[in-house]
């Protein structure tokens, strides 16, 4: 294949208590690819979620690896991709 994505996933917090800084900063720890843009979004009654943007490689069930360890972040109830775009 040898093309890149760019891949959007959402991450929703375990409630509006934690703190997404250090949630973002264990974010780019991870080894989950380029990571373009890491932005907050409000969600409603004080709750946001970070919506991260990375280019990856193009590799078939890498969307899900990514995701778990997403999901495997302290502070992060769950973690889903939302969009795929082709480079």
Sequence with gaps: ???NVLAT???MPESV???LALVESRIK???IGDIKEMKQEDIAF???QLIVLVLMADEGGLLEKIEGML????G???AENT???LI
């Excluded at 999901?71 to 302290?74: N, Q, T």
């Design 1 to 3: 294949m040898g093309s």
């Design 9 to 11: 996933f959402r991450v």
């Design 17 to 19: 208590d934690v703190d």
């Design 29 to 31: 720890e991870l080894d």
């Design 46 to 48: 004080g709750l946001k």
């Design 71 to 74: 999901c495997d972040v302290e």
């Design 76 to 78: 992060v109830q769950d």
């Design 83 to 85: 969009g795929v775009t």
